[in-house]
């Protein structure tokens, strides 16, 4: 069946440092995907998306790339700072989504 | 403006009492979703809605129940019959069904049973 993995955390990084979140998926044709990001105790907000292979979804200095050779859709972000500590999702899916278990991500001063 | 409401945000019950969750979108979306969510846990999918009067399990139905009698209105149902039912809550709506549809989350309940 359809799955989507993604990397564990928690991660921690300094402010201004280099952010990598790696995301894979397995699915019988090309979903849409998706990335969220989660603040405590709240909802989920979409952080980016990418419906098509070659497709790269940005938002907030965020950047994901779908990339069909590899099934990944992996986010980065050149420089982070606390406000982006948060948990990133990453879905995929037609319609329904399939979720991966989330990466918590801390960025310290 | 528009948005996804969840109400109340914090919930408490009984071991036994069955509960409902409010989720209301004035979005226009005609699919809704819920999806519970556990520590340390992606979301996972209770019950999802196409259209008014129609609605399908996801991969965790046993123990909730839904409706969808408006289509800007989704309940949740969380039966004395779930084993575990202390989680928190996610609704979400999407205009479709289709494979671009981007799904729109509210604020989440957190239910605890005591």
């Known amino acids: 069946g359809n799955s989507v993995t993604q990397m564990e955390g928690p991660v921690t990084l300094s402010e201004e440092a280099f952010l990598t979140i790696n995301c894979t998926y397995t699915a019988t044709g090309y979903p849409s995907l998706f990335w969220y990001v989660q603040y405590p105790g709240e909802g989920l907000q979409l952080l980016l998306k990418a419906t098509k292979a070659d497709d790269k979804g940005s938002n907030k200095g965020f950047e994901a790339t779908y990339r069909k050779e590899t099934t990944s859709f992996h986010l980065e972000k050149g420089s982070v700072q606390v406000s982006d500590s948060a948990v990133y999702f990453c879905?995929?899916?037609?319609?329904?989504?399939?979720f991966g278990q989330g990466t918590e991500l801390s960025v310290k001063p | 403006d528009g948005g996804i409401t969840q109400s109340p945000k914090y919930l408490f019950r009984k071991e036994g009492q069955n509960v409902t969750l409010s989720c209301e979108q004035n979005?226009?979306?005609?699919?809704m979703y819920w999806y519970r969510q556990d520590p340390g846990q992606g979301l996972r999918l209770i019950y999802y809605s196409q259209i008014v009067n129609d609605f399908q399990k996801g991969d965790i139905a046993e123990g909730y129940s839904v409706s969808r009698e408006k289509k800007e209105s989704f309940p949740l149902t969380v039966t004395s019959a779930q084993k575990n039912p202390t989680a928190f809550y996610l609704c979400?709506?999407?205009?479709?069904?289709?494979?671009?549809?981007?799904?729109?989350f509210g604020p989440g309940t957190r239910l605890t049973v005591l």
């Open positions: 979005l226009n979306h005609d699919a």
């Open positions: 979400a709506s999407s205009i479709g069904l289709t494979a671009t549809d981007t799904q729109y």
């Open positions: 879905a995929g899916g037609g319609g329904k989504l399939i």
